[in-house]
């Protein structure tokens, strides 16, 4: 069995039942969130370049310090953000089938990765995040958050070789969906 790597596993473990679907469905939660949503919304918060957290190095292959593309958005449901998404893709990635990733604007990333047959998804690795990991802090930059951990998950979308990973973290209010 391989060591999880910083944490991220590959089963969620003492999930509450309210967010175990959520959390473990390999489809678009851009699909699942717009069929249980009269308003679906896509807000980016951050998009630029950026340095990828420690934890996204590995999976990535990406040198210590390397400026890469980063894309942060909050998905509202019905008025709500219901979940935070953070993406990194490796800065190779954006001569290749990627590019029109730095144009998304407001359209949901999730359409275009399960839309385009050529996209590959990894497997998802879980974890729960407390207030010291980068992507609480930053979820709560643009979001008022008053839980102590949250749910996340991650995987890597391939393309033409190159990889972009994406990690949605679960804020609290997707529960009463």
């Known amino acids: 069995m391989s060591k999880p790597l910083h944490g991220w596993i590959a089963h969620p473990f003492n999930v509450p039942r309210r967010l175990r679907h959520w959390l473990t469905?390999?489809?678009s939660l851009t699909q699942r969130l717009k069929a249980r949503c009269a308003d679906f919304r896509?807000?980016?918060v951050v998009t630029g370049y950026a340095r990828a957290n420690i934890d996204e190095r590995t999976p990535l292959k990406l040198r210590a310090g390397?400026?890469?593309?980063v894309r942060e958005v909050l998905l509202a449901c019905n008025?709500?953000?219901v979940v935070f998404a953070h993406s990194v893709l490796p800065r190779t990635g954006l001569r290749?089938?990627?590019?029109?990733?730095?144009?998304?604007?407001?359209r949901p990333l999730g359409e275009a990765l399960f839309d385009d047959h050529r996209i590959r998804r990894g497997t998802l690795a879980y974890l729960?995040?407390?207030s010291r990991h980068p992507l609480f802090r930053a979820a709560s930059r643009h979001h008022r958050i008053h839980a102590r951990t949250l749910w996340a998950r991650r995987s890597v979308f391939c393309l033409n070789g190159h990889p972009l990973m994406v990690t949605e973290v679960?804020?609290?209010e997707i529960e009463s969906l």
């Open 170 to 172: 679960f804020l609290p």
């Open 66 to 69: 390397s400026i890469d593309y």
């Open 79 to 81: 008025q709500g953000n």
């Open 42 to 44: 896509v807000q980016p």
């Open 25 to 27: 469905d390999r489809g």
């Open 128 to 130: 729960r995040l407390g």
């Open 96 to 106: 290749g089938g990627w590019n029109g990733i730095t144009r998304l604007g407001s």
